[in-house]
T-cell receptor, first 112, second 112 residues
Framework: ETGVTQTPRHLVMGMTNKKSLKCEQHLGHNAMYWYKQSAKKPLELMFVYSLEERVENNSVPSRFSPECPNSSHLFLHLHTLQPEDSALYLC???????????FGPGTRLTVT | QKEVEQNSGPLSVPEGAIASLNCTYSDRGSQSFFWYRQYSGKSPELIMFIYSNGDKEDGRFTAQLNKASQYVSLLIRDSQPSDSATYLCAVDYGGSQGNLIFGKGTKLSVKP
């Protein structure tokens, strides 16, 4: 256990659905990240929050909407996704200013 | 385009041998380098990081960094079947908080 939890662990949704992924870290960190991991592709950084403010948005489509209400929680709101969005979505956290990131177990998302 | 390159493998070594995993990166300005281990169906786990040229040892693992050659490697001594996993190299290119670029990973198989 790394101290980063994610729910749900598996999610199947239709293209017209709206769902949210949740991440919680118990490490006392103050930076949090969303990554996408697809087969045969490297991990892709989607969003970075540092001290609860978004500092990075790597050209992610607007159908993905992050929310960071406090330094321990991070959400990824999903709406009108496409089948190519099916992937493993990973949350990570770190101390602000530090580079070592610790990952949660991920949410396996399937869009039908 | 900032890139991190790894041989996808699979790299197969016998139990007890030294496994050598390699990674090259494109940006000379990179300062920080990370190795993550990812078991099948699991999330990445940080196992080593290195910031200075030379070697850094932690148990059976040694990270080696050569900034002049833009090359970072991970050596695993006395390889065990439990080391069988995909090893991800990640490079921090500076800029905003935690902007790691990951390679696609090298799959290692340790045969008993």
């Amino acid at each position: 256990e790394t101290g980063v939890t994610q729910t749900p662990r598996h999610l199947v949704m239709g293209m017209t659905n709206k769902k949210s992924l949740k991440c919680e870290q118990h490490l006392g960190h103050n930076a949090m990240y969303w990554y996408k991991q697809s087969a045969k592709k490297p991990l892709e950084l989607m969003f970075v929050y540092s001290l609860e403010e978004r500092v990075e948005n790597n050209s992610v489509p607007s159908r993905f909407s992050p929310e960071c209400p406090n330094s321990s929680h991070l959400f990824l709101h999903l709406h009108t996704l496409q089948p190519e969005d099916s992937a493993l979505y990973l949350c990570a956290s770190s101390q602000e200013g530090a580079l070592e990131q610790y990952f949660g177990p991920g949410t396996r998302l399937t869009v039908t | 385009q900032k890139e991190v390159e790894q041989n996808s493998g699979p790299l197969s070594v016998p139990e007890g041998a030294i496994a050598s995993l390699n990674c090259t990166y494109s940006d000379r300005g990179s300062q920080s380098f990370f190795w993550y281990r990812q078991y099948s169906g699991k999330s990445p786990e940080l196992i080593m990081f290195i910031y200075s040229n030379g070697d850094k040892e932690d148990g059976r693992f040694t990270a080696q960094l050569n900034k002049a050659s833009q090359y970072v490697s991970l050596l695993i001594r006395d390889s065990q079947p439990s080391d069988s996993a995909t090893y991800l190299c990640a490079v921090d290119y500076g800029g905003s908080q935690g902007n790691l670029i990951f390679g696609k990973g090298t799959k290692l198989s340790v045969k008993p």
